[in-house]
């Protein structure tokens, strides 16, 4: 089937939005607080965080076109899998980390922040060091990349909705093999205090420079859902400070008050311009 020519596509996925939503009649809602307000509007997800032709490509090839959100969408198929898999075995398997070490820079390289970081990249001297950063897993020499095409169309293309597309591509793909090297602790909401979310919902901490997204030191936090809370780490680090990283690898962990308190403060944070709330909540200061 061939894809409209204007296409509503969601920065945060629609399956994942539903986790921490509710429905109303037929629609899907969900209950979310704007940066800086005092009071919980409900969204439409359908709508909501959505914008036309974001993440396309403009290329003679159709296939090329949708290719971002293409694999966008692969990895949203796979979202509730993931969830099912740590609900009935109380870890994840080897499967289910694959994906969500997909998920993670996937939802990262569809945020705004990112998007604004590498559009300024992109922008200025750092372009051509940075391209050859993120396309370089595959090969073997720098000089290995510098013959390929796709690579020298990159560096001298100008600034574009587009390049910057293709860049996120190769940006989410070069993440998830460095996040190969990192630690999986799974975080447990308490009863009745559920995690929120928010329109930027992966949380980096301990990051060097501007342009240096993981180091060996970096932590990532990501509301899976309402429920779970993923913790990531990389056992290589000498740095020790932060307790969550003594605890086991693909193992339940449930936070207690303190702890909760600390995370969803860090969830907060880290948005952009919306929070997200689990299920229909309303609140409003007057």
């Given at each position: 089937?061939?894809?409209?020519?204007?296409?509503?596509?969601?920065?945060?996925?629609?399956?994942?939005?539903?986790?921490?939503?509710?429905?109303?009649?037929?629609?899907?809602?969900?209950?979310?607080?704007?940066?800086?307000?005092?009071?919980?509007?409900?969204?439409?997800?359908?709508?909501?965080?959505?914008?036309?032709?974001?993440?396309?490509?403009?290329?003679s090839y159709e296939s090329l076109e949708n290719i971002f959100e293409g694999l966008n969408g692969m990895i949203e198929n796979e979202y509730l899998n993931l969830i099912n898999d740590l609900e009935s075995q109380k870890k994840f398997s080897?499967?289910?980390?694959?994906?969500?070490?997909?998920?993670?820079?996937?939802?990262?390289?569809?945020?705004?922040?990112?998007?604004?970081?590498?559009?300024?990249?992109?922008?200025?001297?750092?372009?051509?060091?940075?391209?050859?950063?993120?396309?370089?897993?595959?090969?073997?020499?720098?000089?290995?990349?510098?013959?390929?095409?796709?690579?020298?169309?990159?560096?001298?293309q100008t600034l574009s909705e587009g390049l910057i597309n293709k860049t996120l591509i190769f940006l989410s793909r070069h993440l998830q093999l460095r996040l190969m090297n990192y630690e999986?602790?799974?975080?447990?909401?308490?009863?009745?205090?559920?995690?929120?979310?928010?329109?930027?919902?992966?949380?980096?901490?301990?990051?060097?420079?501007?342009?240096?997204?993981?180091?060996?030191?970096?932590?990532?936090?990501?509301?899976?859902?309402?429920?779970?809370?993923?913790?990531?780490?990389?056992?290589?680090?000498?740095?020790?400070?932060?307790?969550?990283?003594?605890?086991?690898?693909?193992?339940?962990?449930?936070?207690?008050?303190?702890?909760?308190?600390?995370?969803?403060?860090?969830?907060?944070?880290?948005?952009?311009?919306?929070?997200?709330?689990?299920?229909?909540?309303?609140?409003?200061?007057?």
């Amino acid at each position: 089937m061939k894809n409209p020519v204007n296409q509503k596509q969601h920065k945060l996925p629609q399956v994942y939005m539903r986790e921490f939503g509710y429905k109303f009649n037929t629609q899907w809602k969900v209950s979310v607080m704007k940066v800086g307000e005092k009071f919980v509007r409900q969204k439409s997800i359908e709508g909501f965080l959505s914008e036309t032709n974001i993440f396309k490509i403009k290329n003679s090839y159709e296939s090329l076109e949708n290719i971002f959100e293409g694999l966008n969408g692969m990895i949203e198929n796979e979202y509730l899998n993931l969830i099912n898999d740590l609900e009935s075995q109380k870890k994840f398997s080897e499967k289910s980390c694959f994906l969500l070490l997909q998920i993670i820079p996937n939802l990262l390289c569809r945020t705004d922040s990112i998007r604004d970081l590498v559009k300024e990249i992109l922008n200025s001297d750092s372009k051509i060091n940075f391209i050859k950063m993120i396309c370089i897993d595959n090969y073997a020499k720098i000089e290995d990349l510098e013959s390929q095409n796709y690579f020298n169309v990159m560096i001298n293309q100008t600034l574009s909705e587009g390049l910057i597309n293709k860049t996120l591509i190769f940006l989410s793909r070069h993440l998830q093999l460095r996040l190969m090297n990192y630690e999986i602790v799974i975080l447990k909401s308490q009863d009745e205090k559920t995690w929120f979310t928010t329109d930027n919902p992966i949380i980096f901490e301990n990051r060097i420079g501007k342009f240096d997204i993981l180091n060996v030191d970096s932590e990532i936090y990501f509301p899976l859902n309402p429920k779970f809370l993923i913790y990531l780490h990389n056992k290589k680090s000498v740095d020790k400070l932060n307790k969550f990283r003594s605890l086991e690898t693909n193992k339940i962990y449930e936070v207690n008050n303190d702890e909760n308190v600390e995370l969803q403060q860090k969830i907060v944070s880290n948005a952009i311009e919306y929070v997200i709330f689990d299920g229909e909540f309303k609140y409003k200061i007057e």
